[in-house]
């Protein structure tokens, strides 16, 4: 019986599938863009049941309206050969239906046995965070790595799955260790570098953290657009906070934007950016009209809650029609939905897109009203502590922009514990203590900057 480059055991495939299976598994892990070799595989020989399953996830990862019936066309070529299929990838089929059907707590589930039963099969242990993450469940992110660590003790992707999922709990030292680890296995294991660099963000290692990721950047060839764009993302990060907007903007036009700009996940990274760069006080021209052209399909899309309310801002900050659809959309989901995550679109969604639609319109004391309501459970809707940090960012800017300058200033003196010199903070800082009538501490705000 043939094997995978993890050694899990494959039941039939060709050498040309097999050749794609393994692109798909180590891909996958890597970030690498030789994932998606397994959709010619998957073609070329339609008797592998595996082949046709990864083919049929590589389509749902496209997070995008459509993709269920691409992904349908695979799961039904592995039904039919699935007759001689092993075990593991009969779990793995059934996972593929439910993903289909739009049942991710059955997807998981099903994950779950995958693993324990097969602690080698990395792939499926990444998928399981994949799922968590998207529904913010970082304790879920951490037990999934911790099981197959012993497994594959001196796997590089093993550790940076860990780093990811303490860094998650805010187990910020087990982080770093775990990130350290898997980069002295291989420099090149991008989600370890990710997850250090969400380490020195949170830690205030601002300097650090653009000399790290800077570095890192030699290694960033072959990455699929999410991987590399959103390091560069992060490096931007960095970047904003030490004031030097030149670097920002180099990272936003040379590397951010402009990789796959139909992907979800360049287009919610573009959006989150230049957010935030306008939050600093930055001026970005007319960029916000070339990411808009882009989301024109997105009107409708509430596949994920986490991208639709980036997707309804930056249709707003464009001005254009669609966020008000989008808008329309979100407001029957969270009345009518049924699904599994049906209280997040009400409770949390519902007032969180209509917290940054009113701030993208200037409409400032709505915006806090309604993101006074989301932000304490918008870790429900998914993404990081640093991406979700936008919807703090964007409150705060509320705060400031309807002059509730004492709340302001609680605020931003809580951000100066991760970010004690930021240029951008201690600005506005500098600002709200004028506005308080507190010269001396305005005076001192101004004087924080990074030399």
Same mark, same amino acid.
């Given at each position: 019986?043939?094997?995978?480059?993890?050694?899990?055991?494959?039941?039939?495939?060709?050498?040309?599938?097999?050749? %794609? =299976?393994?692109?798909?598994?180590? %891909?996958?892990?890597? *970030?690498?863009? &030789?994932?998606?070799?397994?959709?010619?595989?998957?073609?070329?020989?339609?008797?592998?049941?595996?082949?046709?399953? #990864?083919?049929?996830?590589?389509?749902? +990862?496209?997070?995008?309206?459509?993709?269920?019936?691409?992904?349908?066309?695979?799961?039904?070529?592995?039904?039919?050969?699935?007759?001689?299929?092993?075990?593991?990838?009969?779990?793995?089929?059934?996972?593929?239906?439910?993903?289909?059907?739009?049942? =991710?707590?059955?997807?998981?589930?099903?994950?779950?046995?995958?693993?324990?039963? +097969?602690?080698?099969? !990395?792939?499926?242990?990444?998928?399981?965070? #994949?799922?968590?993450?998207?529904?913010?469940?970082?304790?879920?992110?951490?037990?999934?790595?911790?099981?197959?660590?012993?497994?594959?003790?001196?796997?590089?992707?093993?550790?940076?799955?860990?780093?990811?999922?303490?860094?998650?709990?805010?187990?910020?030292?087990?982080?770093? !260790?775990?990130?350290?680890?898997? $980069?002295? !296995?291989?420099?090149?294991?991008?989600?370890?570098?990710?997850?250090?660099?969400? /380490?020195?963000?949170?830690? %205030?290692?601002?300097?650090?953290?653009?000399?790290?990721?800077?570095?890192?950047?030699?290694?960033?060839?072959?990455?699929?657009? +999410?991987?590399?764009?959103?390091?560069?993302?992060?490096?931007?990060? +960095?970047?904003?906070?030490?004031?030097?907007?030149?670097?920002?903007?180099?990272?936003?036009?040379?590397?951010?934007?402009?990789?796959? &700009?139909?992907?979800?996940?360049?287009?919610?990274?573009?959006?989150?950016?230049?957010?935030?760069?306008?939050?600093?006080?930055?001026?970005?021209?007319?960029?916000?009209?070339?990411?808009?052209?882009?989301?024109?399909?997105?009107?409708?899309?509430? =596949?994920?809650?986490?991208?639709?309310?980036?997707?309804? #801002?930056?249709?707003?900050?464009?001005?254009?029609?669609?966020?008000? $659809?989008?808008?329309?959309?979100?407001?029957?989901?969270?009345?009518?939905?049924?699904?599994?995550?049906?209280?997040?679109?009400?409770?949390?969604?519902?007032?969180?897109?209509?917290?940054?639609?009113?701030?993208?319109?200037?409409? *400032?004391?709505?915006?806090?009203?309604?993101?006074?309501?989301?932000?304490?459970? =918008?870790?429900?809707? %998914?993404?990081?502590?640093?991406?979700?940090?936008?919807?703090?960012?964007?409150?705060?800017?509320?705060?400031?922009?309807?002059?509730?300058?004492?709340?302001?200033?609680?605020?931003?003196?809580?951000?100066?514990?991760?970010?004690?010199?930021? /240029?951008?903070?201690?600005?506005?800082?500098?600002?709200?203590?004028?506005? !308080?009538?507190?010269?001396?501490?305005?005076?001192?705000?101004?004087?924080?900057?990074?030399?």
């Amino acid at each position: 019986m043939a094997q995978d480059a993890l050694g899990n055991s494959i039941s039939a495939a060709s050498d040309a599938a097999l050749s %794609g =299976i393994d692109d798909f598994v180590s %891909g996958f892990l890597a *970030y690498e863009k &030789k994932a998606a070799n397994v959709l010619g595989a998957a073609d070329a020989d339609p008797d592998s049941t595996i082949a046709q399953i #990864y083919a049929g996830f590589s389509w749902m +990862f496209l997070e995008a309206a459509g993709a269920e019936d691409q992904a349908a066309l695979y799961l039904a070529r592995a039904q039919q050969s699935a007759g001689g299929a092993n075990r593991r990838e009969t779990m793995m089929l059934a996972q593929l239906e439910r993903w289909i059907a739009g049942d =991710i707590p059955g997807v998981q589930a099903i994950g779950e046995q995958i693993v324990d039963e +097969f602690p080698t099969d !990395l792939a499926s242990a990444k998928l399981h965070q #994949y799922f968590s993450f998207n529904r913010g469940d970082a304790a879920s992110m951490l037990r999934i790595a911790r099981k197959i660590e012993a497994a594959s003790p001196e796997n590089p992707h093993v550790h940076g799955m860990l780093a990811f999922g303490y860094e998650q709990m805010h187990e910020i030292e087990k982080a770093e !260790l775990a990130a350290r680890k898997a $980069l002295s !296995l291989k420099e090149k294991e991008p989600w370890a570098q990710h997850a250090l660099a969400h /380490v020195m963000l949170s830690q %205030g290692r601002v300097r650090e953290g653009v000399q790290f990721m800077g570095d890192a950047s030699r290694t960033w060839v072959d990455l699929n657009s +999410f991987m590399y764009t959103h390091n560069w993302w992060h490096k931007a990060l +960095f970047h904003i906070s030490l004031g030097d907007e030149q670097s920002v903007f180099d990272a936003y036009d040379l590397h951010v934007w402009g990789q796959e &700009k139909d992907y979800s996940q360049d287009q919610v990274g573009a959006v989150s950016l230049l957010a935030r760069m306008e939050i600093a006080g930055m001026s970005v021209g007319n960029r916000w009209e070339d990411v808009a052209n882009h989301m024109r399909s997105r009107a409708r899309d509430t =596949i994920q809650p986490f991208l639709t309310i980036q997707y309804l #801002y930056g249709l707003a900050r464009a001005e254009r029609a669609e966020a008000d $659809l989008l808008m329309q959309v979100v407001e029957d989901k969270a009345r009518s939905s049924d699904a599994f995550d049906r209280l997040v679109w009400h409770d949390v969604v519902l007032p969180g897109c209509r917290g940054v639609l009113a701030h993208a319109r200037g409409n *400032y004391r709505e915006a806090v009203r309604y993101l006074s309501i989301a932000n304490p459970r =918008i870790a429900q809707i %998914g993404g990081s502590h640093a991406q979700r940090d936008l919807f703090g960012q964007i409150l705060l800017d509320a705060h400031l922009k309807a002059g509730n300058w004492a709340i302001a200033q609680q605020l931003l003196e809580m951000r100066r514990t991760w970010d004690p010199d930021g /240029v951008p903070l201690n600005r506005a800082l500098a600002m709200v203590y004028e506005k !308080l009538g507190k010269p001396e501490e305005a005076a001192q705000a101004a004087a924080r900057h990074y030399a």
